[in-house]
């Protein structure tokens, strides 16, 4: 995931941010524990959110203590090691690996060998993943494989694409989760996921058109310059999921991240999506 | 039964106008028409059934008198204007049973040149509900296109921008329609709508 869905600070009130930071160090040193310090390194915004996700629907207890780290030499409030953070760690190890087994075979050059340098730390990830959340490894690696099929076919229809990794979200957001919430968590994972691989594509449009890869939208509108003409739909459709992930935690509220979800699903969500859009004018 | 001044998220003390004002904004954030062809319009539709029975015993608590308050709630149930034999018809039935895969196959079978507004807009809700919503977006113009005045189909396109009223996000041009109230609740929705006009 590439880190995206990030919340629009300056509309966040002072105790959502403390609480969205707090979230934000506790799944990098969780990471850091329970699964690799090579982690701590990689993790990004997509995955707080989902440990945001976590802990609002399962209604955990946290425990916020103050604490430094390499980064900030000043004590900030960071959450301690719990269920939501240690599994969406795990969740994280587990696609890191596979991402890096799909770049093994679809990248080439630098990024190719940096991968299979690095891919003994990733498979350990995966490992303590997998050990600790048994099933995540396989919850991440079959919606990846069609993924990859679909893309290797050149499916053309954006929807279709962004559904494999939709999926792969939603599985992993209700991982463990019984009934309506168990619902809940995986709408909203779906349209995290839609709107992480909808967006990566609009911002490769140009990268993927130069290097002639893979990209849905760019086969969808035949070329960049065809997406660009389509921009006010293609707008509208990945601000339908932010929508869509307000609409689905309206049912399940009610907690102290409902601003920060809120935020997120809406200015955070809008102002990700105007950021991938107006790349065009950095062509 | 839940506490209804919990359900509503207010205080057993509050006023009859707090009472009100809570109420009315959990309707329009739970709405059914908020979650047409939402994969969730069910769990939506339990919210909005435990907020109108929370305020009616509130207010049946209050006054004496019997006062049957709160929007109907269309559930997730597809009215249309197709007749009984026809396919889309069927279609409509299999949506409101949540057999999505069989309505799409149905819709799929339909030549070109039969397809027409509402072949667009029934598809359009079968994407809606495997989430392709792109997908959806576009049958639901192509919809509103074919018949500009159906406000059926105009609804269906503004809600699937609304977020949640409960984020400030309220977008959504919302149309709050009673099918098949009694003369009570046509009333109380009238007023809602005249004070929501103010």
Known sequence: MFGYIRPDMGELKTKHVGLYRSVYCGICRCSGKHISRFSRFLLNYDFVFLAVVRLALTGEKYVIKPRRCMVNFKKRGVMEPNEALKFTSAAFGALAYFKALDDLQDEKGFKRFSTRIFLPFFRRMAKKGEKMYPGISDTVKIPLEKLSALEAANCAVPDEAADSFAVLTADIASFGLEGDVSRVAKDMGYHIGRFVYLADALDDRYKDQKTQSYNPLNLAFGGAEGVDQNISFLRRTLLDSGAAISRSYALADGNSFDGIIYNIAGYGIEAAAEKVINKENSK | ?198
């Not at chain 2, 015993?57 to 019997?66: C, E, F, L, V, W």
């Not at chain 2, 999505?100 to 509900?129: C, K, Q």
């Not at chain 2, 400030?168 to 109230?181: E, F, I, K, M, W």
């Open chain 2, 1 to 198: 039964m839940r506490d209804p001044y919990q359900v509503l998220g207010v205080n057993p003390n509050a006023t009859d106008d707090e009472v009100k004002k809570a109420y009315r904004e959990l309707a329009k954030k739970y709405h059914p028409d908020t979650y047409v062809g939402n994969p969730l319009a069910d769990l939506a539709a339990e919210k909005m059934k435990e907020i109108n029975e929370a305020y009616d015993t509130i207010t049946k608590q209050r006054a004496s008198g019997n006062r049957s308050g709160g929007y109907s709630g269309g559930g997730n149930g597809y009215s249309g204007n197709t007749s009984g034999g026809s396919p889309l018809y069927r279609v409509r039935e299999l949506l409101s049973a949540n057999r999505v895969t069989e309505a799409e196959t149905i819709l799929s079978r339909i030549p070109n040149s039969e397809r027409n507004a509402e072949w667009y807009f029934l598809m359009g809700h079968v994407m809606a509900r495997k989430n392709w919503l792109g997908e959806a977006r576009k049958y639901f113009e192509q919809a509103c296109k074919m018949d500009p005045y159906n406000a059926e189909y105009r609804n269906t396109l503004n809600n699937m921008a609304s977020h949640s009223t409960a984020g400030g996000y309220n977008t959504s041009a919302r149309n709050d329609d009673c099918g098949g109230c009694d003369m009570c609740t046509g009333l109380l929705c009238a007023n809602l709508l005249c004070n929501c006009c103010r």
